[in-house]
């Protein structure tokens, strides 16, 4: 199963919406917390709309905008997204509500704002899309399951125009919630610092990005998607290098095949042993990168990846604020991440030049 | 009555989060669906909760909300006549 990236729409924490220039400086932050840097959403969203949205409703109208854009595609055949955690604000605002009114005046908007798939079907309801629709709730793997949703679909040739994407938002109740079982770092971090962190917990995140999935090569295409593997709870390190190993023969690769390595290290000493052992062993030849700095820890951060890499293998350059050491590669041709949600959902995604 | 109608703005503005309208855009006698401020139907279920809630008047009678939300002075005048 394998696709192109025909176009991408992002929307993150760091100078990535709707903009030709690819990182050209970064946001550091030093709150534990990075909150996405978002456009002014009328441009995108008629204003009676808008005023019922909650933020991550918006943020993805607006990044799935910038894909169709970006890609020249109007209608998508199918509409696929990845959340955790939903429409989280409008989630809270509605339980508050049951809780601060003992059950009674409950307002419809906030409710009918909560569910996961408002993002998906605000999408298809401001194109008039009756295509396929899907939104996957699976926490680390709710993006990553979108993506293998468009990747069996055009397989099964039921779409040439496959929008796939992933969307969560943080709200200060929940990193407090997060705070309590551990997910974020007790002392202030600066994200800068964050690879070199020796403590328990990473720093919050959040972003909404799509990414136009289609069987046909094209100039205009970023990269092609050629591999997507779930490692579930991995019982240890060999299981991981073995599990990428099958990968990377089945598209008859070996490590030293593979140019650059995109890390979801999130400077959680939990958790960050895993991918320095692969980039000091497994992938000891390959050029490595990180991402978490940029956009923070949240369960879909595996598509800010993937928009990461797609840009790298179009631009044919890596921006230095994510390697890690030297480029050791003139040219990138194959491009893996390996990334994880707390030390459970591990994921690996090829992705070749075009 | 103008304190009340002036009241009742700021209340609908918060509770429909009409961002970009003040209160003095409102007109007190146009209509608040379709023309007017351009409400719809799930709109009209949060003014019916923000009377109950803000007011403690329930609208026991579905037919009448025609009447009372025609205009924001129908439904101050509405308040007025009603509120416990």
């Known amino acids: 199963m394998e696709a192109y990236i025909r176009g991408v729409g992002i929307i993150s924490p760091q100078k990535t919406f709707d903009t030709e220039e690819f990182l050209p400086e970064v946001v550091e932050y030093s709150n534990n917390s990075l909150r996405c840097m978002e456009p002014s959403?009328?441009?995108?969203?008629?204003?009676?709309?808008?005023?019922?949205?909650?933020?991550?409703?918006?943020?993805?109208?607006?990044?799935?905008?910038?894909?169709?854009?970006?890609?020249?595609?109007?209608?998508?055949?199918?509409?696929?997204?990845?959340?955790?955690?939903?429409?989280?604000?409008?989630?809270?605002?509605?339980?508050?509500?049951?809780?601060e009114n003992d059950e009674q005046f409950l307002t419809p908007t906030s409710f009918v704002q909560s569910t996961h798939n408002t993002v998906s079907a605000q999408i298809a309801l401001q194109l008039k899309c009756m295509n396929y629709n899907f939104t996957y709730v699976h926490k680390g793997y709710s993006f990553e399951s979108s993506v293998l949703d468009g990747l069996m679909t055009i397989a099964e040739g039921n779409g040439k125009n496959i929008l796939v994407g992933g969307h969560d938002e943080m709200t200060d109740k929940y990193y407090r919630v997060c705070d309590r079982v551990g997910y974020w770092k007790k002392e202030m971090v600066p994200t800068m610092q964050l690879i070199n962190s020796k403590s328990d917990g990473s720093v919050a995140g959040e972003g909404a990005a799509f990414f136009m999935l289609s069987p046909e090569a094209s100039d205009k295409n970023y990269a092609k998607l050629r591999s997507l593997k779930f490692i579930y709870k991995p019982e240890n390190q060999q299981e991981i290098e073995s599990r990428i190993s099958e990968m990377l023969a089945e598209k008859g690769l070996t490590a030293n095949d593979i140019d650059l390595v995109i890390y979801g290290i999130n400077g959680d000493a939990r958790y960050d042993g895993i991918y320095n052992q692969l980039k000091d062993s497994y992938f000891k030849n390959s050029t490595a990168a990180y991402f978490k700095h940029l956009c923070g820890e949240y369960q879909t951060s595996g598509s800010f990846a993937m928009w990461l890499a797609a840009r790298i293998l179009k631009s044919k350059s890596i921006p230095p604020s994510v390697l890690i050491g030297d480029n050791r590669h003139t040219s990138i041709k194959n491009v893996l991440i390996y990334n994880s949600f707390m030390g459970t959902d591990h994921a690996a995604f090829l992705l070749s030049q075009c | 009555m103008n304190e009340l109608i002036d009241k009742l703005k700021g209340?609908?503005?918060?509770?429909?989060?009409?961002?970009?309208?003040?209160?003095?855009d409102i007109d007190n006698d146009a209509p608040l669906f379709g023309e007017g401020l351009g409400l719809d139907s799930i709109d009209a279920l949060e003014l019916i909760v923000l009377l109950e809630k803000n007011y403690g008047i329930k609208v026991a009678n579905p037919a009448d909300g025609k009447k009372i939300f025609q205009s924001i002075r129908t439904m101050a005048q509405y308040i007025q006549d009603n509120k416990k």
């Open chain 1, 41 to 99: 959403y009328k441009d995108f969203l008629n204003p009676t709309l808008a005023r019922r949205m909650g933020r991550v409703v918006k943020m993805g109208i607006a990044a799935s905008s910038a894909c169709f854009k970006d890609s020249g595609i109007a209608m998508p055949d199918a509409i696929m997204t990845g959340t955790a955690l939903g429409c989280l604000e409008d989630t809270e605002k509605f339980l508050l509500a049951i809780i």
């Open chain 2, 11 to 24: 209340e609908i503005i918060e509770q429909l989060n009409l961002e970009d309208v003040k209160k003095e």
